[in-house]
């Protein structure tokens, strides 16, 4: 769709425009914005897929259920990060006649395998660990084996975390804004470094087993790393579920929107606010405003939608703003859910 042909659709009603019976005004707010760079993303994922895939063989080498558990426990790290690049891509691809938001809610169906996929591992691990405890005869844990490929657990979790510590978001000239850093690539950063805590743990359990020959405490950090791993992913999955079925997001204080909306001059009533997730990081706002007489006079409430719509992006992170404005006579036809 050109430019010219939006920028009218944008100041058209829906239903009419004011001067006609209805009095009906519809706009539509998108923000704008550098796409963040995928290659930190790319390599990342790469890192960390190969690194998982290594330290699951050495786990069965080393017959460590604590290594198998940081395994999995990195594993969680490559679905944080693919669910962070489909949010990176999606956000380029545009929308269709046939698909109006795109392919943004990918993101939300990948942090759905996510959440499935985390509590199969914390499953199998619990599994793994307890088995251990119970059944610790015949097995032998190589220690400096766990060590050696924890420590390499560390440098490859900092190394990426690193990675995207330098990126950024580019303006419309390609340079990148340390400042305006995507909040993917931040939360990826301090995930990244918190799971080389992990790591860490892992290394003083090879080093323990390796000094004093004690097997149990394989297993005991086995069962640790699980419950970490459960604790730290479980407001993800509850949001998960909130994001799957159009729930507000957690980031979005819908009180303080309505307040906003319902104390701000001009604005006599409004009905139909509506508040959805597009992606794991975007939000949609549709609302109906009716305005007083006086707001509607001269530009037709023009600026008022204007003040609207900023300060709903700018104060309130809303990503996608519709606002169908009417006049004070106009009749509500509120669709009930």
Partial sequence: ??????????????????????????????????????????????????????????AKLAHSTALFADAFHNLSD???????????????????????????????????????????????????GVNDLLNPAGIHTNGLMITVVAAIGIVVNVSTALLFKASGVPDEHGHSHHHDQDLNAKTAYIHLLSDAGVSIGVILAGWLINLTGWQIIDPIVSLLIGLIILLTAWPVMKETVNLAINGVPDTIDEDAIY???????????????????????????????????????????????????TALKETFGVSHVTIQIEGQQHEENCNTI
């Fill in 1 to 58: 769709m050109s430019t010219q042909e939006e920028a009218p659709r944008q100041t058209a009603a829906s239903h009419g425009t004011v001067q006609q019976k209805e009095n009906h005004l519809h706009h539509h707010g998108h923000t704008q914005g550098g796409q963040p760079s995928q290659k930190p993303y790319l390599i990342g994922i790469s890192l960390n897929l190969i690194f998982v895939l290594s330290e699951l063989i050495f």
């Fill in 78 to 128: 490559v679905l944080a990060l693919v669910i962070a690049w489909l949010a990176v891509l999606v956000f380029g691809i545009k929308a269709t006649r046939s698909k109006t938001y795109g392919w943004h809610n990918v993101s939300i169906l990948a942090s759905i395998f996510n959440t499935v996929l985390l509590l199969f591992a914390v499953g199998t691990i619990l599994v793994e």
């Fill in 259 to 309: 307040d906003y909306l319902a104390k701000k001059e001009g604005v006599v009533s409004l009905h139909d606010l509506h508040i959805w997730p597009l992606s794991t990081t975007e939000t949609a706002l549709t609302v109906h405003l009716a305005l007083s007489d006086e707001a509607l006079r001269g530009d037709h409430g023009q600026k008022e939608l204007h003040d609207i719509e």
